[in-house]
């Protein structure tokens, strides 16, 4: 059986002292191909950096609603120089968050807007970020959908019925360690996914899966996501694993489906 991460801070200092052996831990559980998503300009690079180290990763480079604060002009030119790399296969990871105080809304909103801009010019996919901005992320993402915008909800932690009209809006939905967890209510939105569209991710360091909580996550932990997902969907793993594993390839277009080689 073979999993992608989907989502994983590989360049945060949590993984300085054993980043080899992670990636290592990883492959030997089926964890072939990694995605890691840049934050800003400075992490953009240094995901870029690791997955020209290492066979199997690949990056994103986008400015996270945290650091959309008083953007300098002709950041996102910055940006789409670094979504020119072979190996950039999203622009993220972008979107909202009101649970923190970093940056006003209006300031994520436009940073938002501009990098779904950007994708749907350069034909590249969306990594979306969401905390308690449920209404508003899919409203400008609809309001931005001309039928050429496509991308993954990371860390999906909503309701059903917003899990219904994220698919209905044209996304993938993405779970993470927090699926595993006792007082999870994610059940429903994990099984109304259709296979089509339904993608694992770590999001390490942080998220880690039962009976690792509280732990350093890391993308070795896969296996035990897509299990959870196996259990509350009533499919067997190597069946999570096979669609989780075609719809990133599609969607990122990684590997030998990416036009041009
Ligand atoms: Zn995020
Ligand atoms: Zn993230």
Redesign the pocket.
Known sequence: MLFIDT?CHLFWNDFDHDLDDAIARAKAEGVTRIIVPGTNVETSMLAQGIAHRFEGVYFTAGV?PHDAKDLPVGIFARIEALAADPLCVAIG?I?LDYHYDFCPKEQQHEALRAQLALAKSLGLPVVL?N?ESDEDLLDICREQQDGGLRGQF??FSSSRDYAERVLDAGFHLSFTGNVTYKKSTLGDAVAVVPDGRLLVET?APFMAPAPFRGTRNEPARIPLIAQRFAELRGQDLAHVAACTTANAVALFRLGEMRPGG
Do not use: A, L, V
Request: hydrophobic share 0%; net charge negative; with cysteine.
């Open positions: 989502h996270h990871e979107g970020h905390r990371h860390c999001d």
